[in-house]
């Protein structure tokens, strides 16, 4: 990967806050808006949804979900020029009070000040979601396959 689809690609998941998270409900692919966290190796997402939502209770049926972080349309004449990262993953609820809940609150509300509220509410949870792999595309003719193990390398550098 060159070096200015790195750059692009550390601002993509540094400075996007919202993905489409796809779901299966039942037999259909579902998707929705989400705000997301990065985890600070970028393995894994962490998004903070109602159990009332119908793709929370696709989740809990259904593991595999993918989200898909764009890069914010701009105008230019071929939006199929936008970055984006396709990653597909497991999720996985998290319980208040299990390791790494208290950091990724934080992470959270220091994003998003607003979720704060959110978090004292019942029906509101934490979801991790642990990435298996991504498709990157940076541009036209610059796309790249991800895994955890080549972000981690990609952010050693």
């Known amino acids: 990967m060159d070096a200015q689809s790195e750059k692009l690609l550390l601002r993509l998941l540094t400075q996007t806050r919202i993905a489409a998270l796809g779901t ?25 949804v109602s159990r009332l939502a119908q793709h929370t209770v696709d989740m809990q049926k259904n593991k595999q979900v993918s989200l898909l972080i764009t890069e914010a349309d ?6 199929q ?6 990653i597909r993953g497991s999720a996985e609820f998290m319980q208040n009070g299990e390791p790494g809940y208290a950091p990724v609150k934080s992470s959270y509300i220091e994003r998003f000040p607003e979720s704060a509220t959110l978090f004292l509410l019942a029906d509101f949870g934490l979801w991790r979601i642990k990435m298996k792999g991504a498709r990157y595309v940076a541009g036209l003719a610059k796309a790249f396959n991800l895994t955890p193990e080549s972000l981690e390398k990609f952010l050693r550098k």
């Open 74 to 79: 701009d105008g230019r004449t071929d939006p």
């Open 24 to 48: 299966l409900h039942g037999e259909e692919p579902r998707v929705s808006m989400v705000a997301f966290v990065p985890a600070p190796d970028f393995s894994a997402y962490y998004i903070h």
């Open 81 to 86: 020029t936008l970055a984006r990262l396709s």
